[in-house]
Every structure is written in C-alpha cells, then in structure tokens.
C-alpha cells in the first residue's frame, strides 16, 4: 500500500494573500498530508475575518 504523499505550504508575507489560501486550503481534504507553515494566530485570525471555522492541529 502507498503512503500518500508529504505536502508543506507556507502561507508567505502574512498582510499577502498567503493565508486567505491557507485558510480555504484546510477545508478540503486531500489524498496527501498537508502541512501548513504559518503563525498560528495569524491564521486564525485571518480565518475569523474571512468567517470561516478553522480547526488547528500544532
């Protein structure tokens, strides 16, 4: 059986569009693990301005 693959993303200049992407990114699922690279509260806030529920594993 194969593993599925390893994918990381950061999110970039955080006053970029990098976290909105994160943000939209982590409410679908994928046949990878997705690792996000981010501040974690930078995330969620942009997740609370965008009015989206985000769920964060550290």
């Known amino acids: ?14 006053a970029g569009i990098g976290l909105d992407l994160c943000v939209m990114l982590a ?17 969620l806030a942009r997740a609370a301005m965008l009015n989206v529920p985000l769920n964060i594993q550290p």
């Not at 059986?1 to 955080?14: L, Q, S, V, Y």
């Not at 409410?27 to 930078?42: G, K, L, P, S, W």
């Open 1 to 14: 059986m194969n593993k599925p693959p390893r994918i990381a993303i950061t999110a970039g200049e955080p």
């Open 27 to 43: 409410q679908h699922r994928f046949d990878a693990n997705i690792t996000i690279i981010a501040d974690q509260y930078a995330l």
